[in-house]
């Protein structure tokens, strides 16, 4: 174990794996869920990050697009909507929600509580500073 929050593990279900020269780096880290948006990390393919909208509030509008990544949505805690191009999608804890490169989409909190989401970019679409890349690079 790594003091950056880094773990080394092997791919055994790898059939090059060998203990002894496929290390694999793995990135780990506990989400708090706090106020807003944040990202949690990534690497050069993907990105993770941790969203919270207090009741009564909403993320992203009818302009607010992602032109170069896919997000994948998925409610840990509330309810809510989404409006992907147009369309109202209800989304509750344990819905997941395919949002493609491209589409219009807001995210708003219907529920009397936090709507909490884990969203995954592929490929990145924010800085670590939460400021959105260019067309999803780094």
């Known amino acids: 174990h790594l003091a950056s929050g880094l773990t ?8 090059q794996y060998s203990p002894s020269t496929r290390p694999v780096f793995m ?3 506990h989400l708090r869920f706090g106020k807003g948006f944040r990202v949690a990390f990534g ?3 993907a990105q993770a990050a941790e969203m919270v909208v207090p009741p009564g509030d909403c993320e ?16 840990v805690a509330g309810r809510g909507v989404a409006i992907v191009n147009g369309k109202r999608i209800a989304l509750r804890a344990g819905s997941i929600l395919l949002i493609e490169k491209g589409n219009t989409h807001e995210i708003r909190n219907t529920g009397r509580t936090l ?5 995954v970019y592929v490929p990145p679409a924010y800085r670590s500073d939460g400021e959105e890349l260019p067309r ?3």
Do not use: C, I, S, Y
């Not at 992203?60 to 409610?75: S, Y």
């Open 27 to 29: 990135r780990q880290k």
């Open 136 to 138: 999803g690079r780094k």
């Open 115 to 119: 709507l909490k989401t884990l969203n």
């Open 60 to 75: 992203g509008g009818p302009d607010n697009r992602h032109r170069g990544a896919d997000q994948w949505l998925f409610v």
């Open 43 to 45: 690497n050069a393919r």
């Open 8 to 15: 080394v593990v092997g791919e055994m279900h790898d059939p």
